[in-house]
């Protein structure tokens, strides 16, 4: 069984480890998110992974319990006007930046999943990070659930998308409108969507 703790005990000396990681990259539709979370020393939730591994239920279980527990959480939002300016892998080091900035503690070391930063904090890129690192594991199920949750308010505005079951990942519908942008511009002609991306429409 992978020790999610690896990092934590390795920097067992500091007070504020500081885990970070986005959601966003894969889909056409939405803004990328991050968070960055410090838990307290020692801590432990069993079984607490990567947020992909984890069922909505879950993940939703510990969003609550992390956001109860956390000493401090932070989140970083960049929408698609921004993505499409300075590309996704910017847009989600960006958004991992801004979630760092907006935590209330200044952390004693930044752990991330394989992203690196140069924010002039001791820091850690580790491949696989949201496996072995239970601050990391902590940060995915921020950034998720938050995300989704942005997603079904955009679902509730333009339901024929289905954004509440795909989260903006590239589907029939979806492609036909990321194309129709990408020659009309960079909003969906027939639904006037803004696409993060860009991308949905109705036809």
């Given at each position: 069984?992978?020790?999610?703790?690896?990092?934590?005990?390795?920097?067992?000396?500091?007070?504020?480890?500081?885990?970070?990681?986005?959601?966003?990259?894969?889909?056409?539709?939405?803004?990328?998110?991050?968070?960055?979370?410090?838990?307290?020393?020692?801590?432990?939730?069993?079984?607490?992974?990567?947020?992909?591994?984890?069922?909505?239920?879950?993940?939703?279980?510990?969003?609550?319990?992390?956001?109860?527990?956390?000493?401090?959480?932070?989140?970083?939002?960049?929408?698609?006007?921004?993505?499409?300016?300075?590309?996704?892998?910017?847009?989600?080091?960006?958004?991992?930046?801004?979630?760092?900035?907006?935590?209330?503690?200044?952390?004693?070391?930044?752990?991330?999943?394989?992203?690196?930063?140069?924010?002039?904090?001791?820091?850690?890129?580790?491949?696989?990070?949201?496996?072995?690192?239970i601050t990391i594991s902590?940060?995915?199920?921020?950034?998720?659930?938050?995300?989704?949750?942005?997603?079904?308010?955009?679902?509730?505005?333009?339901?024929?998308?289905?954004?509440?079951?795909?989260?903006?990942?590239?589907?029939?519908?979806?492609?036909?409108?990321?194309?129709?942008?990408?020659?009309?511009?960079?909003?969906?002609?027939?639904?006037?969507?803004?696409?993060?991306?860009?991308?949905?429409?109705?036809?």
């Amino acid at each position: 069984m992978q020790n999610n703790r690896e990092y934590e005990e390795k920097y067992s000396n500091l007070d504020y480890i500081c885990g970070v990681d986005e959601v966003g990259r894969g889909p056409l539709v939405g803004p990328v998110v991050a968070s960055a979370v410090i838990l307290p020393k020692n801590y432990y939730i069993e079984g607490l992974t990567d947020s992909k591994k984890l069922s909505k239920k879950k993940r939703e279980s510990f969003f609550e319990i992390i956001n109860k527990d956390a000493l401090a959480i932070g989140i970083g939002v960049v929408d698609n006007k921004k993505i499409d300016e300075i590309n996704i892998l910017e847009a989600s080091r960006l958004a991992m930046k801004i979630a760092v900035n907006n935590l209330k503690i200044k952390p004693d070391v930044i752990l991330t999943d394989a992203m690196k930063l140069d924010m002039g904090i001791d820091e850690e890129d580790i491949i696989k990070g949201d496996l072995k690192s239970i601050t990391i594991s902590a940060a995915s199920v921020v950034a998720k659930v938050t995300r989704d949750k942005m997603m079904e308010e955009l679902h509730e505005k333009y339901p024929m998308y289905n954004f509440i079951k795909n989260n903006g990942y590239p589907t029939k519908v979806i492609w036909s409108c990321w194309t129709n942008a990408k020659i009309f511009g960079d909003k969906c002609f027939c639904c006037s969507l803004a696409l993060s991306n860009p991308s949905s429409c109705r036809k």
